[in-house]
């Protein structure tokens, strides 16, 4: 069982930037694959980024690559999410996710039913 609780969402204007971050609860962390989603009003879950065990192999989604940055902290059970450069359209909630199996197709971490646990979420608005 992992626990997952998300913060550092807010209100900020495009161009700005936020660090989401995810602390989980347990020993195990390190065993898991760690994954940002986010959902915004009226639309499907959709995947952000992901970060493998070690926190050396990332995976971003192209509508946020080359502004958002995931990372991990193993020793503070804790993974991260950088966010630059943000656009009206990052507005959602964004949630953090952990999954215990891999796989080598990365498309396997887009989708949100291969994640084992998630948090409670944190709502970030990006203001135009």
């Known amino acids: 069982q992992v626990n997952l609780v998300e913060s550092g969402g807010g209100l900020v204007q495009a161009g700005g930037s936020l660090r989401l971050s995810c602390a989980a609860s347990?020993?195990?962390?390190?065993?898991?694959?760690m994954g940002w989603f986010r959902q915004a009003p009226g639309k499907e879950r959709e995947f952000v980024a992901t970060?493998?065990?070690?926190?050396?192999?990332?995976y971003y989604a192209d509508s946020v690559k080359g502004r958002f940055t995931i990372s991990r902290d193993n020793a503070k059970n804790t993974v991260y999410l950088q966010m630059n450069s943000l656009k009206p359209e990052d507005t959602a909630v964004y949630y953090c996710?952990?999954?215990?199996?891999?796989?080598?197709?990365?498309?396997?971490?887009?989708?949100?039913?291969?994640?084992?646990?998630w948090g409670q979420g944190t709502q970030v608005t990006v203001s135009s």
């Open positions: 970060t493998s065990r070690s926190g050396g192999w990332t």
């Open positions: 996710a952990a999954t215990i199996t891999t796989s080598s197709s990365r498309t396997y971490y887009d989708l949100p039913g291969n994640y084992n646990y």
């Open positions: 347990g020993r195990t962390f390190s065993s898991y694959y």
